[in-house]
């Protein structure tokens, strides 16, 4: 079992979700849980078609942190 970091991005009707170790690998959904299901179909797709095309599967090396700053 692989674990990737997923970016997750509100917008105003919509979120998107991107994964940084799998350039291309996104996608977007009405809600923040439709998103998260829809992003793991996407890694799982994306790395069946690695795995087809006898690509290398990149290995989870992408790590995220909440940081706080004053406001400007």
Do not use: N
């Amino acid at each position: 079992m692989m674990r990737y970091m997923v970016v997750l991005e509100r917008g105003e009707t919509s979120w998107g979700a991107h994964v940084p170790d799998l350039p291309g690998c996104i996608a977007v959904g009405k809600t923040r849980a439709e998103v998260l299901r829809l992003i793991r179909d996407a890694i799982e797709f994306h790395i069946d078609a690695l795995k087809q095309d006898g690509l290398p599967v990149p290995v989870p090396s992408s790590e995220g942190e909440l940081v706080e700053v004053g406001a400007a």
